[in-house]
């Protein structure tokens, strides 16, 4: 099974709120069977104690510690919002074009959590996810593997 898939991936949706928005990235995680439907209700409260937003209008909402046992594979997700979401009800400048739902075992964790960091690093990169036209664009980027170090 892949990390992400044209299932996980959803271009141009819509969403009134972030609860809204992380709900449909929970629920493609669901859909694909890397989660239990218990997990986007972790994913909810993991936002209700830290912002999951990262910058360059990406935001990686994922479930808590005690959430582990909801995953059954690694997987994520990825929802565009062309409008954005706002992020924090203070600062409406901040808006999440992109929500990459994460659930990853233990022992991939950190990997997921690198590629997707080093994939929105740069403005211009997190900028051609944001405005992708073919779902394809997001899942070859973010399924890259990492470089191993030298």
Request: charged share 25%; net charge negative; proline share 4%.
């Amino acid at each position: 099974m892949s990390i992400i898939s044209l299932q996980t991936v959803q271009l141009n949706a819509q969403a009134t709120s972030k609860e809204e928005a992380i709900r449909m990235a929970g629920e493609l995680l669901v859909k694909a069977g890397h989660v239990a439907p218990s997990y986007v209700d972790g994913m909810l409260a993991r936002e209700q104690t830290m912002s999951t937003y990262i910058g360059n209008g990406v935001a990686i909402p994922h479930g808590q510690f005690d959430d582990k046992g909801s995953i059954y594979s690694t997987g994520i997700s990825a929802v565009q919002f062309l409008d954005g979401i706002v992020w924090d009800e203070d600062d409406e400048d901040e808006k999440a074009y992109l929500v990459i739902g994460i659930a990853a075992t233990a022992d991939e964790h950190i990997g997921v959590l690198s590629n997707l960091a080093e994939a929105i690093e740069e403005p211009e990169d997190a900028e051609k996810l944001v405005r992708a036209s073919d779902p394809m664009e997001i899942i070859e980027r973010l399924s890259r593997p990492q470089e191993e170090p030298m």
